[in-house]
């Protein structure tokens, strides 16, 4: 225990390794990682099990990357959002949202980003405008989450549990290691036991990773940014597209299911004049059609990334209408946040300076 460990970014297995390499037994492991990722210690000293030796040598070798919360904003529909500002002084944010229809009482998703800025370049989302900066550690994806769990609880908001979602500032494929490594902590039973069915990657189609997510053996939920029935309008909306048409990404998500046996969920940002003509979701039905999955619309949040956006062609209720009457599952996302900018499309990196 020669060096300085942040343990937020390690898992169980890693927690008590360390430890018995220093000299303690195993059962302490799991006293600790129970304490930070359970309890979300904030110090060493509050962990009364340990022995005041273990809690002194603590303080010394390891140490908890908690970000600074620079901004709390809490919407008229009680998603929150913060920005948080990391040790480099480099800033995020992180969104809670609250369901209350009778199905899901009572439970939070948790909106996590996996990096600073978006090198995939949406035409249509906040999140890159500012560019790329790095990708996000394990400790900081995870310190989003005891964040916004903490504030929740100092609240007195009570939860009957947890969805992990990766579609805050960034591409979670594009940074797997630290996201999967993240997935593990936040999913270990003695921590905040996530279920893998409860988390959500998010994705603008990285194909190869998306066949390494598959061959993990985690039943956890994959959800492709499609946006666009064919390569010509993906391409302008989605520049990924163009190293990842849209045959071979149908035939990555058909892989997953079938690896996974969990429906992939496509998600399509209805924009005003740009991808809501009814001959698009024609189109939608067709290249969809007999694949297992969800189609989740989600309605243009106005966030300045598109320099224009011309009237509605057709109403998203419309748009709905011709997926659903044409055998798709599909369902319209209930946009919350947009009051404090927290919604779909309008998470976005800030400067380092005042908001």
Known sequence: MNYRQNLLAMTLNETTEWLVNGGYPRYRGDQLFNAVHHRLVPSFEQISELPAELRSCLSKCAYLELPTVIQNLVSSDASRKLLLELDDENRIEAVVIKHHRQEIRNRMTLCLSSQIGCPVGCSFCCS?????????????????????????????????????????????????????????ILHEPKGLNISW????????????????LAGEGWPINLAIS?????????????PLNQKYPI???????????????RRVTFEYTVIP?????????????????????????IPYNKNGSLTSVAHASSPVGAFLQVLTAGGMQASVRTSRGTGINAACGQLRSQTKKAW
């Open 128 to 184: 890159g405008q500012d560019g790329f900066v790095r990708n996000l550690n394990a400790g900081e994806i995870v310190s989003q989450a005891h964040a916004l769990i903490r504030l929740e609880k100092e609240a007195n908001v009570q939860s009957e549990g947890l969805n992990i979602v990766f579609m805050g500032m960034g591409e979670p494929l594009l940074n797997y290691q630290e996201v999967k490594r993240a997935m593990q």
């Open 197 to 212: 069915r409860r988390i959500t990657v998010s994705t603008a189609g990285v194909i190869p990773q998306i066949y390494r």
């Open 226 to 238: 499609l946006h666009a029935p064919d390569d010509a309008l993906r391409s302008r909306l989605v």
């Open 247 to 261: 045959a071979k990404l149908l035939t990555a998500a058909k892989d997953y299911f079938e690896v996974s046996r």
């Open 273 to 297: 004049g740009v991808n809501d003509n009814l001959e698009y979701a024609r189109k939608l039905v067709t290249l969809l059609k007999g694949m297992p999955c969800l189609i989740n619309l």
